[in-house]
């Protein structure tokens, strides 16, 4: 702020008038702001002496040039920016407690008028804080699926384990088959080979098509074609090449699921299992378990959404904005990491940018949605966090992740981690209490 505006407000004078205020959107208000002509004039008067600073006028040294003589040689644009910049920020200030406003975040500014001598006029989109009117949250009507193990389920977990504990003997009289482990130089774009190990048949389709028939010694290029699905939502509907070289081939022997087998590979363990049958049970209630848990996240997801169904919430484009760009930014360091750019990634996905910023767009915006729900609910319950509660989780994650505690504290408090953790445990406390407020009927069916 310039030293001649600096006095006006350090005085207490009032040197701007709020000339129109509307609320154009849920969140956002226009404000028309006018600011005195006397204060603009002093404005460019600093506004010249600053251009003047940096031009070269033929007689004068540079700054020594008078006003006068200096118009003729300077962008009127120019000094109007100049001008510009020195008077939004402090009118923008008087304006905001002129109309007793609590702004959130920056506010976007056109300007209506200026010159010289005349008042100044700008326009101000102010962003508002978002606001949410609770709809009934209490007694939600909601479905849980049954968890349900099928024994098939238990039955392709228990070939998983016979499958891990494969031996295998180098075999070079023969190319590659399903089964096999392959021991491959691979090669994607624009990266460096590294060789690596793989079963046959438990990869991409595409993947392991390319290899069977190959021989040791044998280079080829295989395309390889990510499902709409897959996991990866970076790779996903996308495809690439890899240049592949077979180094070894590796026939594996699966042993047979007999008790002395089952003895065998828990014999370490803190589980001490003897027999087939006692393995099948441990491998359903692990299901079980981790059905349950998902059966229990998609209640509160279900309840959640109900909440948000029935609540009126509003919030300034900017933060949405704020949301949006994170993902990408995220989305690009993701990429970078696997040496891809995003015209590949866009191009391999078949998406425009606006398709793709679209997408994390709706995704964001039903987050933000949610995330403001159950913040408003936190408030109206007054659910709280103590420090202790977040030193205990501390604590947990440290010995989960086999960190030192006092690397992991110097790490929370350099990137205000302990914060984030509050978070988290704030709306863990609020899901709980929504889910034992809500009316929740067990039916028969899958967690999916």
Not at 419 to 434: N, S, T
Request: hydrophobic residues 35%.
């Amino acid at each position: 702020m310039s030293c001649i505006l600096s006095f006006f407000c350090e005085a207490g004078a009032s040197f701007v008038a709020v000339t129109q205020q509307e609320q154009t959107k849920p969140c956002e208000m226009s404000l028309e702001i006018e600011v005195e002509p006397e204060v603009v004039s002093k404005a460019f008067d600093e506004a010249y002496v600053e251009v003047g600073r940096n031009t070269e006028v033929p007689g004068f040294r540079k700054g020594k040039a008078p006003r006068a003589i200096l118009e003729r040689h300077v962008s009127e644009e120019r000094v109007k920016e100049r001008a510009a910049d020195k008077l939004v920020k402090p009118a923008y200030e008087q304006a905001l407690e002129q109309a007793g406003i609590e702004p959130f975040g920056t506010a976007e500014y056109e300007v209506v008028r200026l010159a010289d001598a005349e008042p100044f006029v700008f326009k101000a989109r102010v962003p508002l804080p978002p606001s949410v009117e609770l709809g009934e949250y209490v007694g939600v009507e909601v479905e849980r699926l049954v968890p349900q193990v099928s024994d098939e389920e238990v039955d392709r977990e228990l070939e998983e384990i016979r499958q891990r504990s494969a031996e295998v003997e180098n075999v070079e009289s023969r190319p590659i088959r399903r089964g096999d482990l392959a021991v491959i130089r691979l090669t994607e774009r624009d990266g460096d080979p590294g060789e690596k190990a793989v079963e046959v048949g438990r990869n991409l389709p595409s993947f392991d098509e390319g290899l069977v028939g190959m021989s040791a010694g044998e280079t080829k290029t295989i395309e390889l074609l990510y499902p709409e699905d897959y996991e990866d939502r970076v790779l996903a509907g996308t495809s690439s090449w890899v240049t592949v070289t077979v180094i070894g081939i590796k026939e594996r022997h699966v042993p047979e699921l007999t008790d002395e087998f089952v003895r065998q590979i828990t014999a370490n363990s803190d589980d001490k299992i003897g027999t087939v049958r006692e393995l099948k049970d441990k491998i359903r209630s692990t299901m079980e378990e981790a059905a349950s848990e998902l059966a229990d996240r998609q209640v509160e997801a279900k309840i959640v959404e109900k909440v948000v169904e029935r609540s009126k919430i509003c919030f300034p484009e900017a933060m949405l904005d704020h949301e949006v760009a994170h993902r990408l930014q995220d989305l690009l360091r993701d990429l970078e990491s696997r040496k891809r750019t995003l015209e590949e990634y866009l191009e391999s996905t078949g998406a425009s940018f606006e398709q793709l910023r679209s997408r994390v767009e709706k995704s964001a915006e039903r987050d933000l949605r949610a995330s403001l729900v159950i913040g408003e609910i936190g408030r109206r319950e007054d659910v709280r966090v103590s420090d202790e509660d977040v030193e205990a989780e501390v604590g947990k994650i440290a010995q989960e992740s086999n960190l030192v505690r006092e690397s992991f504290n110097a790490y929370l408090d350099k990137t205000d981690g302990r914060q984030a953790i509050r978070g988290r445990l704030l709306r863990r406390k609020v899901l709980d209490f929504l889910v034992h407020a809500s009316n929740i009927n067990n039916v028969g069916g899958r967690a999916s």
